[in-house]
């Protein structure tokens, strides 16, 4: 069972990519509900708004001792930054991953931006890939290998156990990194890692999934 943080920002799309690859995962709110995880996603949303909340219900120390256990971690975004052993000019979160981040790096807003780049490990295809007020990543410490670059700076990495991006697969049709993720944490995803992947995606395309049935959608 994969948990999808469920404090504030994109928890939904993310159940939405692994119900389509047949991958069992759902919302985690309360210390309790980590229990019985393999992976976590720490989504995107705004990173001192989660980092707060995480504090303030217990969540930090808990996700610590979790990850220390063998719990996998991905954070997208913002969630990279909760992930990060050091923040540019603030105080970092959880510090679980050897990396130095620096927030909204790209610019305000108004330039968060689309591309789409091949990410030979994660699939064999070019895959879409959304930015939105993203950090990147500055400083990749030993242990930790770097998956892609964009426009210079370093937008995906991993290390043993942790996934981290600075953009929003789940904002994408693609589904190669929820797949690639469900691999790490020992789950079987339904669907190759190399489909179904829109190559003449748009930045509306993602809203244009056929809806899922049931609450994971709805919510
Ligand atoms: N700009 C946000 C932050 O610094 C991250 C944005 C995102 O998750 N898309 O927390």
Redesign the pocket.
């Known amino acids: 069972m994969i948990g999808i943080l469920d404090l504030q920002?994109?928890v939904v799309e993310h159940l939405g990519h692994f119900k389509r690859l047949g991958v069992p995962a759902r919302r985690v709110k309360t210390l309790e509900e980590l229990d019985t995880l393999t992976g976590l996603v720490l989504?995107?949303?705004?990173?001192?708004?989660?980092g707060r909340l995480l504090r303030i219900f217990g969540l930090d120390a808990a996700i610590r001792r979790r990850a220390a256990a063998g719990l996998h971690m991905w954070g997208?975004?913002?969630?990279t930054?909760l992930l990060a052993n050091e923040i540019e000019g603030e105080t970092p979160h959880l510090r679980l991953l050897d990396i130095t981040v620096r927030?909204?790096a790209f610019g305000s807003q108004l330039d968060?931006f689309n591309t789409v780049a091949t990410v030979p490990e994660v699939a064999p295809k070019p895959v879409p890939l959304t930015?939105?007020?993203?950090?990147v990543i500055t400083r990749v410490g030993p242990g930790v290998r770097v998956l892609l670059e964009v426009r210079g700076a370093t937008a995906a990495v991993t290390a043993p156990g942790i996934l981290a991006t600075i953009f929003?697969p789940e904002l994408t049709p693609t589904l190669a990194f929820h797949a690639y993720f469900a691999r790490q944490c020992g789950l079987t995803p339904l669907l190759p890692a190399s489909g179904p992947t829109d190559p003449a995606w748009s930045p509306e395309a993602w809203t244009q999934l056929a809806p899922l049935p049931g609450p994971a959608a709805s919510g």
Not at 43 to 50: K, R
């Open positions: 920002g994109g989504p995107g949303g705004e990173s001192t708004c989660l997208t975004c913002a969630g930054i927030r909204n968060s930015f939105i007020r993203a950090p929003h």
